[in-house]
Every structure is written in structure tokens, then in C-alpha cells.
């Protein structure tokens, strides 16, 4: 019986998700990979992070989007999982928001980190 979870997310791109968990501070290793669990079982990942307890977590692309992937009685993360996926969104959503704006020639000219936690982005294009 296996002991992974799979948590679903609205992630869809590798590279904005990558960047999302390096900007965390969150040491993870490209995949494809196995995520480690419970009895030595594994299960695929494109996205690894080992945890020291030697039970990992990843993201797993399910032909829709990267669902989360980790066996959750051995977590341990600085946040706990909800609090995690929230901050690797946000993270997410920003880099996807700036890579979209660049693609069709803006620049971010603006950013602020509120006290609330929400980020504010400014984003102009000079037209001739």
C-alpha cells in the first residue's frame, strides 16, 4: 500500500516552478528522479527535494498540471504543507505573470513586497 500523496496545484510550467523554489531558498534536484518514501518506496518526479530524513517530496506532472507528491506523516519542511504550497504558488504565479509581460515586451518597472504577504508588480512597454 503506498504511503504517497498527491496534492494537486495549478502549476503548469517547469521552469516558473524551478524558479519559484529557488527563490524560497528550497535546495531541489532537476528530474526525472524517484522521490524517496515509506519502505523504500518511490514514485517518479521532474522536480526533487530531499529532505534529511531520507523520505523526499517533488512535483510529478500528471499530464495537466505538477501535483505535489510526498509522504505527508514525514514531512519536514520549515512550513507545514498547506503554508508551503501556498508560498511555492505566489512564487509561481509571479515568475509566470513577469515571463507572460516579457514575452509580449514589457518590463517590470515596479515591485513591492506588502506587509500582508502580497506582492505588487508595475509593468510598462514604451511604444514608438
Do not use: C
Not at 510550467?13 to 522521490?35: Q, Y
Not at 530531499?50 to 495537466?64: A, P, S, V
Amino acid at each position: 500500500m503506498s504511503h504517497f500523496s498527491q496534492i494537486k496545484t495549478q502549476i503548469r510550467n517547469l521552469s516558473s516552478l524551478k524558479a519559484a523554489l529557488t527563490d524560497l531558498g528550497i535546495d531541489w534536484k532537476p528530474g526525472p528522479r524517484e522521490v524517496r518514501g515509506y519502505r523504500g518506496q518511490t514514485h517518479p518526479a521532474e522536480v526533487v527535494i530531499e529532505q534529511e530524513n531520507g523520505y523526499d517530496l517533488g512535483f510529478t506532472w500528471n499530464g495537466q498540471e505538477y501535483e505535489l507528491v510526498a509522504d505527508l506523516q514525514f514531512w519536514q519542511q520549515a512550513w507545514p504543507v498547506d503554508y508551503f504550497l501556498k508560498k511555492v504558488t505566489q512564487r509561481y504565479a509571479f515568475h509566470t505573470v513577469v515571463s507572460a509581460s516579457t514575452q509580449q515586451g514589457f518590463q517590470v518597472s515596479e515591485q513591492q513586497n506588502r506587509q500582508d504577504g502580497s506582492i505588487r508588480l508595475v509593468v510598462q512597454r514604451w511604444s514608438a
